[in-house]
């Protein structure tokens, strides 16, 4: 069977990883997701992966969870769902996620998708929460992260109807940060992964915690962690070694310490 995660690199301080599953459409069936929590457990703990992409064909990013997978799964089947540690697993992760994203992000490869921290769109991507039409509803994140990226109302718009949105629609929602040509999606998400690359990894890091924590903190929290953070990154040598490039006018040699 051929393998349904293909894992490259790190070149550059970037892994890409692609779902490999043409003949479903990069449906995400509990081995894939499998593979793909144990591929991020490697990227985690290799101090030369920077950054993780995540992409899919030209044809589909992925057309949501495999429905001929669940349609097996009765509602014990669904509550002691091995696929859940797979994408808390995800959500874990620790290090930048980009997804590159072409053609369909549909259900679960929706909720892929928004798990990534910068998300890149060709112009041909359509992302959608069509469980609606299956008589179920988002299940990875779909009913709350999408309403905090693109508000309530559109969020509404897609989950109730399951119609859904364009790239274009999509960078206007918030949803994406750029578009580019379908042909260009994976190299521009690989540029920016390589730009994250070459900061200083503690900084990175804590940025990634800091700006998530947006989502799950008031502001008055928030702030606080974020004072936290920056004040623990004053411990860091990469650091000083930021300012003191910047006065000496070259580029800094980060070192992750
Ligand atoms: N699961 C399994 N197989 C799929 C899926 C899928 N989600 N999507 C497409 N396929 C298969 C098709 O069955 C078809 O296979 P075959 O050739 O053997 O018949 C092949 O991929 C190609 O698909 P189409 O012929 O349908 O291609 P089209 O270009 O005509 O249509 C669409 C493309 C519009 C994307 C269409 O395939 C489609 O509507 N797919 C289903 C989309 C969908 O409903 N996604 C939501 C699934 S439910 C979900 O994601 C819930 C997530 C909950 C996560 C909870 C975790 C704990």
Redesign the pocket.
Known sequence: MPNNLLVDGPADGVRVFTLNRP???N?LNTELLGNLSRALDDAEADPDTRAVVITGSQK?FA??????E?AARDLVGILE?P??AH?QRIDRFSKPIIAAVNG?A????C?LAMHADILIAGENARFGQ??I??G?M???GGTQRLVRKVGESLAMHMALTGEPISATRALQAGLVSEICQPELTLERAVQIGQSIARKAPIAVRLTKESVRKANDMNLAEGLRFERHAFTVLAGTEDRQEGLDAFREKRKPRFTGR
Request: aromatic share 6%.
């Open positions: 003949d479903a459409l449906a589909a057309a949501g969870a495999d429905i001929n669940m769902d696929r859940v994408w369909f549909l259900g679960g490869g909720e069509p469980e039409n299956l179920i988002p299940g990875a």
